[in-house]
């Protein structure tokens, strides 16, 4: 069959992102004997033409839409992504009667209310590489697809969800070939990252978090080797700045330690980065690992510095662990980014100094401390059960699909945001939400592309945050 898969994604704040995803399934998809398009939508200024075009050019007998991310997760700038969703599959509507299925991240997250949304029946949930190609040989054989494992459906008997295919040792990660499907010089000259994924699924249970939704809680790690192998690969046709995109890189460390001493062994000259690292699992033994790998970049998920709110996050380590990573980040030589999340479960104005004291004592001035105020809370999760249970949440899960927030009864929001700006003003190695939603971004990474500029751009934070105050702009 002709298949039209159709990444929707639009959103270049703080960066672009390439759609590993998408690129991967329409790989499956071809393996699998179809003839695939591919229509990135991220840097075309008509989206709706350009599906029109390729709908009526292509006459596609599928037609695929992959769904990122529901929303920017900014409790202070709120931005719903899905908003032109139903209008799109109206377009596709409008020019043919083939079947339109769903899939990305997004829908993982929420399937019922997305379907429902955007008037799809069907949608894959499940590893989108292995279900699409099932789905797929059934539609085209004209059978029933119902018990098809990972997959959502709307029916007359309301929403229906199949269970996932049962987690297999090995996982199919890697990278696809993204130069066949994507515009990878207009992401290059964005300072866009190339991702690349080493395992699937989340062992953590973070009360707030989609991972386990989105991927299965049973991981599923690729091989070390033909990891190492992608990364040189990718390295030689040019594309250098790789990012490794897991929901954790360091769980199990063992497996990154692997990752590590096989990417050594390869001499593939990328520039490397994660940003999801736990502190439960690092030492000076993984980040010596790391900068021999060829690391030039890394983040630490700490959340919180204060113990009475990683307990309430369900983050499973304790501020020891936390001063701890970054005794370790000090002795060691590759620039760090802290992410740190405040106004969750048991957050109170002594917590959020805590954290803030901990930060402007602890984190280098060359490395990078990020603040968000306030959750997204997403149907289904702890948070949510929290939330409903403090008087926080009041709308009907299926009222959730546009994006709500929590943050603790013991606190405001306006308070953390002020001390957050307080602390800002002092660190110009500080930065918040608001920073990584400014539109002059993109203008910022293409100029610093011509500059020779390579990622991650958060390591100039400093010098560009002193660059804006000389313009006048109090960023």
């Not at 429902?116 to 054989?141: K, N």
């Not at 953590?204 to 091989?223: E, L, P, S, W």
């Not at 690969?233 to 040019?238: C, E, F, K, R, V």
Request: with cysteine; hydrophobic share 45%.
């Amino acid at each position: 069959m002709k298949i039209l898969l159709i990444s929707a994604n639009r959103n270049t704040l703080p960066q672009p992102v390439m759609p590993i995803g998408a690129c991967m399934v329409a790989e499956a998809a071809e393996r699998a004997g179809h003839e695939v398009r591919l229509l990135d939508l991220m840097f075309i200024r008509d989206p709706f033409a350009a599906v029109q075009d390729a709908v009526i050019g292509f006459r596609p007998d599928v037609v695929g839409l992959s769904i990122r991310n529901i929303d920017n997760n900014d409790m202070r700038d709120p931005v719903f992504f899905l908003a032109d969703l139903p209008l799109m599959v109206n377009t596709v509507r409008e020019h043919t009667g083939a079947p339109i299925i769903l899939g990305g991240a997004a829908l993982g997250v929420m399937p019922e209310a997305i379907l429902r949304h955007t008037g799809v029946s069907c949608g894959v949930i499940g590893d989108g590489e292995v279900v699409f190609p099932l789905l797929l040989e059934r539609i085209a054989e004209g059978e029933p697809f119902g018990d098809v494992p990972g997959i959502a459906y709307l029916d007359h008997d309301g929403f229906n969800a199949t269970r996932c295919i049962d987690a297999v040792a090995g996982a199919a990660c890697g990278a696809p070939a993204y130069g066949r499907w994507v515009d990878i010089a207009a992401y290059r000259s964005q300072l866009a990252t190339v991702p690349v994924q080493t395992k699937l699924g989340c062992p953590f249970r973070c009360v707030y978090c989609t991972y386990r939704k989105i991927d299965g809680t049973d991981q599923r790690m690729a091989d070390p080797g033909s990891i190492a192998g992608a990364v040189r690969q990718l390295a030689a046709s040019g594309l250098r700045d790789i990012e490794f995109v897991d929901s954790v890189f360091n769980a199990p460390r063992e497996h990154a330690l692997s990752l590590c001493e096989a990417l050594s062994r390869t001499g593939h000259r990328a520039r490397l980065q994660s940003l999801e690292l736990n502190p439960r699992s690092f030492d000076d033994e993984l980040v010596a690992a790391m900068k021999r790998a060829g690391f030039v970049g890394m983040g630490l998920t700490a959340e919180s510095a204060a113990d009475p709110v990683l307990e309430g996050l369900g983050k499973g380590f304790t501020s020891r662990e936390v001063h701890y990573a970054a005794e370790v980040v000090k002795r060691g030589d590759i620039p760090c980014a802290w992410i740190f999340l405040l106004g969750g479960p048991g957050e109170t104005r002594e917590t959020v100094r805590e954290t803030l004291r901990f930060a402007e004592r602890s984190v280098r001035s060359r490395d990078v401390a990020f603040f968000n105020v306030g959750i997204r809370i997403y149907p289904g999760t702890e948070l949510e059960s929290i939330a409903r249970r403090e008087g926080v949440l009041t709308v009907p899960p299926e009222a959730m699909l546009r994006p709500v927030f929590y943050v603790a009864p013991e606190v405001e929001a306006s308070w953390i945001m002020h001390e957050v700006k307080r602390s800002m003003a002092d660190h110009m190695n500080f930065i918040s939400a608001d920073s990584l939603g400014l539109p002059f971004l993109p203008t910022i990474h293409r100029v610093g592309f011509r500059l020779g500029i390579r990622p991650p751009l958060w390591r100039h934070t400093r010098r560009i945050r002193r660059g804006l105050r000389m313009l006048g702009m109090d960023v």
